[in-house]
């Protein structure tokens, strides 16, 4: 069975069983869902798209706009999520790279077969049946399709320059997604609470795939609100998020371990966790967040463990079926301990970029190993450490700085919020340390700092320059867009800055 057939029996075996659980006390069930996904599906298939033919989708969250995705999979079409925060210009780039034959979304558009509507409860622009002609009753058929046939392509953030598309099948998603709900012991009567994007890897495969296929319901939620989520948790057993749904919710006088205390759960990736938020969430609810590592390219990586020790600044260990290494340049695996790039390879690994056979080829090894371009070590016992991205690695007169060591020492200090490392062009170094940090309350000075690393970090890793903002840029997932901040604070050290 591909993917969506393994989907559609569990659906079919709990039929009655509820399957989303929605604001203002409405509930689908697993048919419910099935008849909107075989509804759409035929609308589909009356367009006269046709197997392997992209359908290019910027829509907000909702019940239908699920389904879309999961009838797109049925009929054998590539889904193709967008941020709906993506401008019109930013758009006609993903046309134009991806050739759709449909798009959706809340604006008709001249350049590529269009559809639009207001969904039937929810406010959400999904396809109008207005755009169709009447079409046979009874469900469509499922099409046949072998686990390399294209599922989705998922667009990188493009922090770097231009976003790439990234293939994976329909393979690569239930391989991902069996691994995770053998390590996160995914259970009959688990109940996710779900308050993710679904334009994004993090909400669209990893949360949403965990509960469709053990046939569990998701407390599905439009956008993360702090004070919704924690009406929700008495109801909940299990809750994906960001770090940033983590500090808001500590922020909550209400958060105690009364609250959570049917969570058996909590799951946080999309972006680097710290330490002082994993003790912090801990302290208030007894719950140590278990951190897991991913990426577009591969869906899930690592994950701390279920049962054992979750250690903060950590991400665990490879998921079964994974193998990773810690490699030089030349993809040569480095002694146990010594930083490195984490390379991996295995089925969840996707199969290259969209029309970018040359950056394929430099990122996936002829081995098959994927450069993730991640930074990171590993011990002894296998539990990976992440340092930071390669293209983030600061060369400050000759020595490698690797930001998230600097960032954890910076964390750790009373006056910060949360800190971001960057590198910046020095006329004597090369490269000189630059600390932004989010206050407490007064401004954080240089001073300050050079007093509270003195003898924590070795001189040449220290900030040379501190800049403080009232928040640090991060994109939709929470991801600290340091490109941003290089380009803001890129003449700190010149002439004429």
């Known amino acids: 069975m591909n993917f969506y057939q393994q989907l559609e029996q569990k659906f079919r075996d709990n039929a009655q069983g509820s399957a989303l659980l929605l604001p203002g006390d409405e509930t689908w069930d697993y048919a419910d869902l099935l008849s909107v996904i075989d509804d759409i599906a035929l609308k589909l298939l009356d367009m006269g798209l046709q197997r392997g033919q992209r359908v290019l989708v910027q829509v907000e969250k909702s019940p239908e706009n699920l389904a879309l995705y999961l009838a797109a999979l049925k009929v054998g079409l590539v889904y193709v999520p967008l941020n709906t925060a993506y401008t019109e210009k930013e758009l006609e780039y993903f046309i134009e790279d991806s050739q759709p034959a449909l798009y959706v979304g809340a604006h008709a558009r001249t350049d590529v077969p269009s559809a639009q509507l207001r969904s039937r409860s929810h406010g959400c622009p999904l396809i109008s049946t207005t755009l169709f002609s009447s079409v046979e ?22 922090t770097t320059g231009r976003s790439k ?14 691994a995770l709900c053998s390590a996160w012991g995914w259970r009959e009567d688990d109940v996710l609470l779900h308050a993710l994007p679904i334009f994004h890897v993090h909400g669209l495969f990893i949360a949403s795939h965990c509960a469709l296929l053990m046939g569990t319901p998701m407390v599905f939620l439009p956008r993360f609100d702090a004070a919704e989520v924690l009406q929700w948790l008495p109801k909940a057993t299990v809750m994906m998020g960001v770090p940033t749904f983590y500090t808001r919710l500590l922020a909550l006088s209400d958060l105690d371990a009364q609250r959570v205390q049917q969570i058996r759960l909590f799951i946080c990736g999309s ?57 030089n340049d030349a993809g040569e695996a480095v002694p146990v301990g010594e930083i490195g790039t984490i390379e991996v390879r295995g089925p969840s690994v996707f199969s290259g970029y969209w029309r970018m056979p040359e950056k394929t080829r430099q990122e996936i090894r002829e081995d098959g190993f994927f ?3 991640d930074l990171g070590r590993v011990d002894e016992g296998g539990r990976v450490s992440i340092v930071g991205r390669a293209k983030d690695l600061v060369i400050s007169g000759g020595f490698n700085v690797y930001p998230k060591e600097v960032e954890v020492a910076l964390d750790k200090m009373p006056e910060v919020s949360e800190a971001a490392v960057i590198g910046v ?71 004429d800055a």
Request: proline share 7%; charged share 20%; no cysteine.
């Open 425 to 495: 062009a020095h006329p004597d170094f090369g490269e000189a340390v630059v600390a932004v940090v989010v206050p407490h309350e007064q401004e954080v000075t240089l001073e300050q700092v050079d007093r509270a690393l003195a003898d924590t970090l070795a001189r040449f890793k220290q900030p040379k320059a501190v800049f403080n903002l009232s928040e640090l840029p991060r994109n939709a997932m929470g991801k600290v867009q340091k490109n941003l901040l290089r380009d803001a604070y890129a003449n700190t050290f010149s002439d």
């Open 371 to 373: 450069i993730t371009g």
């Open 271 to 327: 972006a680097p966790l710290t330490e002082q938020t994993f003790l912090a969430w801990e302290a208030a609810t007894g719950h140590r967040i278990l951190e897991r590592y991913g990426m577009s390219e591969t869906i899930i990586n690592t994950t701390n463990p279920l049962e054992g020790d979750r250690q903060p600044g950590t991400v665990g260990f490879a998921l079964p079926g994974l193998e990773l290494r810690i490699a």
């Open 165 to 178: 598309g990234a293939m994976l099948s329909h393979g690569n998603l239930a391989a991902n997604a069996e």
């Open 137 to 158: 009753t009874g469900p469509p058929p499922t099409e046949v399709l072998d686990s390399e046939q294209l599922a989705a392509i998922l667009y990188t953030s493009g």
